[in-house]
């Protein structure tokens, strides 16, 4: 069997192991269903009266941001997996076995887009219960939306992974990647317009990729103006990819070697 044969079994062999782990573990479920759940319930019947979308509904607004956060925080389970394999000693039995190496990690980031397929059905679903309508999108723009967020899950799939090789524990691991990650999905048009913000913070979230993944959404299922956001979205998926991939294999064999 060819050497990219093995490194493909070997990442399937992982990958089905990690997924195994969620009907043992339900609580891993909590970020992928019952957390997103809240957030959507919260904002549309909470908050979504004293915030002003003009030109849309607030659920219509709020939907692809609410989705676009859900799923870049879906790679959370990487991160306490990882952590947790490194406290236990589990990649050092990897490390021991003849497997590809990189299967560790490439069946982790492959997990998460099970798992990420389930937290956007559980969305969609909440979404369209409370409001929600695709408006102005055929076929072809809704399937382009989940690929891009599909595409937007596997990227932060790498970089927790990154923090869950750099943490000591896993509640270390839950504390920096939300230390880090959760104040920018607030500085950003995930919940409410960018251009309501004050100066200083309205020009960091024009820039902010959230932002940008959150209003191609938008583009793509609520028929907002694209303006340069959809291909901008599918840019920042690979740039990230791009960076953080090849830091998290390089953290990871520096773990393997100890």
């Given amino acids: 069997m060819s050497s990219l044969a093995l490194t493909m079994s070997d990442t399937w062999v992982l990958a089905r192991r990690n997924l195994m782990r969620i009907p043992r573990q339900p609580d891993l479920l909590i970020a992928y269903t019952i957390q997103p759940v809240m957030f959507v319930l919260l904002f549309v019947y909470v908050f979504g009266g004293a915030i002003a979308t003009p030109g849309f509904d607030y659920v ?10 859900s799923i870049a925080f879906g790679g959370f389970v990487t991160a306490l997996g990882l952590s947790e394999d490194v406290q ?7 490390r021991s076995l003849p497997m590809s190496r990189a ?11 099970v798992l990420n397929c389930l937290s956007l059905v559980v969305l969609l679903a909440v979404g ?3 409001g929600f309508n695709f408006t102005d999108s055929d076929g072809g723009q809704i399937a382009l939306g989940i690929l891009l967020l599909l595409l937007l899950g596997y990227a932060f799939s790498w970089i927790f992974a990154l923090v869950g090789l750099y943490s000591s524990t896993p509640e270390t691991a839950n504390s920096i990647g939300f230390t880090l990650i959760f104040p920018l999905t607030f500085a950003s048009s995930v919940f409410v317009p960018a251009n309501t913000m004050p100066d200083g913070l309205r020009q960091f979230a024009e820039v902010n990729p959230f932002t940008t993944v959150s209003d191609a959404l938008r583009s793509l299922w609520i028929g907002t103006p694209a ?3 959809v291909w901008m979205a599918f840019v920042w998926c690979f ?7 090849p830091l998290a294999v390089k953290r990871y064999r520096q773990v393997a070697a100890k």
């Fill in 60 to 69: 219509d607004f709020l939907m692809p941001g609410i989705i676009v956060q």
């Fill in 88 to 94: 236990k000693g589990l990649i050092d039995r990897f």
């Fill in 103 to 113: 299967a560790v990690l490439a069946g982790r980031t492959f997990s998460d887009i």
């Fill in 128 to 130: 369209l219960a409370a």
């Fill in 227 to 229: 303006n340069t956001d």
């Fill in 239 to 245: 740039v990230l990819v791009a960076v953080f991939a």
